[in-house]
T-cell receptor, first 116, second 114 residues
Framework: AQSVAQPEDQVNVAEGNPLTVKCTYS??????LFWYVQYPNRGLQFLLK??????LVKGSYGFEAEFNKSQTSFHLKKPSALVSDSALYFC??????????????FGQGTELSVKP | EAQVTQNPRYLITVTGKKLTVTCSQN?????MSWYRQDPGLGLRQIYY???????DKGDVPEGYKVSRKEKRNFPLILESPSPNQTSLYFC?????????????FGPGTRLTVT
C-alpha cells in the first residue's frame, strides 16, 4: 500500500534561516509527489509537485523540494524563512492506478512556525 | 475566478439529523473528491467521482453518501450523523485527463456533531 510519512509534527525556525519540512514515501511504481500548504481557516493550496525529471523542483512562494529516490524522500525546503510561511504543510503521493482516479494520499501534516 | 466552493463553512448539528454539504466547481473538471481532515491523520478520502453519475468509495466511506448529477456539483450527504463524523471536510477537483496534476481544494467545512 502506498503511504506518506511526515516525521515531525512541528518545525520551529527563526525568520531568515533556512527551513526543511521532511517527507518520506512508500509506493509501488513511480512516485507522483506533491506539497500543499494550509493557512488558518483556509483550504489547501498547491505548492509544487514532482512527476519526473529534475530531482530539484521549484514551486510557489520560494519553496523547493528535493526528490531522493534512494532515500524515498521528498523534503520541502526554503533558503530563507518568512513569518508569513507559518502554516500547516502536507506532503502527498498520488495513487496513479487508473481505477483509483488519482487519489491523493496525505501525510499527517507538519506545523511550521517561523518566529521573528 | 476559478474556484471550488463549499457550503456551509461551519455547521453544528445533533446526532441523527440528516445534513448535506454542497460542493461546486467552475473549472469544468471531471474528477471530484471529498476528504476529511483529522488531527494527526492528515486528509483521508471519503468518496470520489470521475464524471457525472460515476462515483466510488475512498478510504473512509462509512456513514456518507454522495451524488454526481451535474458535472459541477458533488454534494456530501450524512444521512444520520454521529459524533465521530465531527471533522473538517474538504472538497477537491481536477481534470481527469491530467491525473498527474494538482487538485484544487475548497475552503473547507467544519462540522460538529453533538
Amino acid at each position: 500500500a502506498q503511504s506518506v510519512a511526515q516525521p515531525e509534527d512541528q518545525v520551529n525556525v527563526a525568520e531568515g534561516n533556512p527551513l526543511t519540512v521532511k517527507c518520506t514515501y512508500s509506493v509501488s511504481g513511480n512516485p507522483y509527489l506533491f506539497w500543499y500548504v494550509q493557512y488558518p481557516n483556509r483550504g489547501l493550496q498547491f505548492l509544487l509537485k514532482y512527476i519526473t525529471g529534475d530531482n530539484l523542483v521549484k514551486g510557489s512562494y520560494g519553496f523547493e523540494a528535493e526528490f531522493n529516490k534512494s532515500q524515498t524522500s521528498f523534503h520541502l525546503k526554503k533558503p530563507s524563512a518568512l513569518v508569513s510561511d507559518s502554516a500547516l504543510y502536507f506532503c502527498a503521493v498520488r495513487d496513479a492506478l487508473y481505477n483509483q482516479g488519482g487519489k491523493l494520499i496525505f501525510g499527517q501534516g507538519t506545523e511550521l512556525s517561523v518566529k521573528p | 475566478e476559478a474556484q471550488v466552493t463549499q457550503n456551509p463553512r461551519y455547521l453544528i448539528t445533533v446526532t441523527g439529523k440528516k445534513l448535506t454539504v454542497t460542493c461546486s466547481q467552475n473549472m469544468n473538471h471531471e474528477y471530484m473528491s471529498w476528504y476529511r481532515q483529522d488531527p494527526g491523520l492528515g486528509l483521508r478520502q471519503i468518496y470520489y467521482s470521475m464524471n457525472v453519475e460515476v462515483t466510488d468509495k475512498g478510504d473512509v466511506p462509512e456513514g456518507y453518501k454522495v451524488s454526481r448529477k451535474e458535472k459541477r456539483n458533488f454534494p456530501l450527504i450524512l444521512e444520520s450523523p454521529s459524533p465521530n463524523q465531527t471533522s473538517l471536510y474538504f472538497c477537491a477537483s481536477s481534470p481527469l485527463d491530467s491525473r498527474l496534476g494538482e487538485q484544487y481544494f475548497g475552503p473547507g467545512t467544519r462540522l460538529t456533531v453533538t
